[in-house]
C-alpha cells in the first residue's frame, strides 16, 4: 500500500517534470544543430582516457531483481572500459545495490544520497555541477547514468543515459517517440537569440544535464515502486496458495485421523458382540 501511494506520486511528478523537460530538449537541439558549430566545452569530444558514471540503487529492499539489473550493467561498463583501455570511475547512490558492488569488489568513488532524499533542485544542481565541471576541465571523457528507465507500467529496463558530452544527451533525446523539433522546416540561423548562442549554452546545458539527471532519479524511483507492488503481490499471491495447500493438507490429515479413529471404534464394537 505505501508503494502504491509513492508510487502515484512519482508518476505525478514524471508528468509534471516530462513537458519541461522535452521544452529544455528541443532549445538545446536548436543551438547544437546550428550550421556554423558553436564553440563550447561541453559541445566538444575530451581523450583524458577517463569515464564516470553514476548507478541508482533502489532505496530499499523487497522489489525483486532491481539492484541486480543495475548492477549487471556497472559490470559491463567496466568490462568494455577495461577492453578501451581506459579508467572508469564508478559512482553510486545509497540503496541496496552497495552489498552487490561489494561483493563484486566495486569501491565507488563517491555516494550520493538515495533517490528518496535526493529529490530537492540544490541535491540535482550538486550532481550536475560536478560532473559539468570536471567535463569541463577535460577530466573526464563522459559520463553516463545507470538506472532503471520506466517506460510503462508493464515495462522498465536498467539502461544508461549518456549525459556528457552534450551532443550525446541531445541524440539520444531525438531518437525518443515525442516529436523533440516542432518548428518543422525552422533552422537555427532563423531565430532571433539574445543574448548571443554562446552565453545562452553555458547556462542551458547545465540546466538541460540537471534536468536529465533529475529525469532519471524519478524513472528510478517509478520503476522501484512498481517493482516492490509487483513482488509484494506476488508474495502475498504465494502466500496464499501455500495457505491453501496446507489448509488441504491439514484438513486430509485430519480426516485421515478421524476415520481411523471411527474405523477403531467400529472394529472394537464388533469384537464385543
Given amino acids: 500500500m505505501i508503494s502504491t501511494a509513492r508510487y502515484k506520486s512519482y508518476q505525478n511528478k514524471r508528468k509534471a517534470i516530462f513537458e519541461y523537460h522535452n521544452v529544455l530538449s ?3 537541439y536548436l543551438l547544437v544543430t546550428s550550421q556554423e558549430p558553436i564553440d563550447h566545452p561541453l559541445l566538444k569530444e575530451n581523450n583524458s582516457g577517463n569515464s564516470a558514471i553514476l548507478a541508482i540503487s ?7 531483481a532491481y539492484n541486480s539489473y543495475i548492477a549487471a550493467m ?3 561498463h567496466i568490462k568494455a572500459a577495461a577492453q578501451a583501455g581506459k579508467t572508469l570511475d564508478v559512482y553510486a547512490t545509497e540503496g541496496r545495490l552497495m552489498s552487490l558492488l561489494n561483493y563484486r569488489h566495486i569501491t565507488p568513488k563517491k555516494i550520493y544520497p538515495d533517490i528518496e532524499k535526493a529529490t530537492g533542485i540544490n ?8 560532473f ?3 567535463y569541463m576541465e577535460g577530466k573526464i571523457d563522459s559520463f553516463g547514468i ?3 528507465r520506466y517506460y510503462s507500467a508493464t515495462s522498465q529496463q536498467a539502461q544508461t543515459l549518456t549525459i556528457l558530452p552534450l551532443t550525446e544527451l541531445i541524440d539520444n533525446l531525438t531518437t525518443r517517440a515525442t516529436v523533440i523539433w516542432p518548428w ?3 533552422s537555427f540561423e532563423d531565430f532571433i537569440l539574445s543574448p548571443a548562442a554562446f552565453e545562452l549554452i553555458k547556462e542551458l546545458a547545465r540546466t538541460i544535464v540537471r534536468s536529465s539527471i533529475e529525469t532519471c532519479f524519478v524513472d528510478a524511483a517509478l520503476s522501484e515502486y512498481l517493482a516492490r507492488m509487483v513482488a509484494m503481490r506476488n508474495a502475498t499471491e504465494n502466500a496464499e496458495t501455500m ?12 480426516q485421515s485421523l478421524i476415520t481411523g479413529e471411527l474405523l477403531d471404534i467400529v472394529s472394537g464394537t464388533g469384537a464385543l458382540q
Fill in 132 to 134: 559539468v565541471d570536471q
Fill in 146 to 148: 545507470v538506472y532503471m
Fill in 58 to 64: 533502489s532505496s530499499r529492499g523487497l522489489c525483486g
Fill in 74 to 76: 556497472v559490470d559491463v
Fill in 243 to 254: 495457505i491453501k495447500e496446507l489448509t488441504n493438507d491439514y484438513n486430509y490429515a485430519r
Fill in 184 to 186: 518543422g522546416k525552422i
Fill in 123 to 130: 541535491e540535482f544542481n550538486d550532481i550536475a555541477e560536478e
Fill in 26 to 28: 528541443q532549445i538545446t
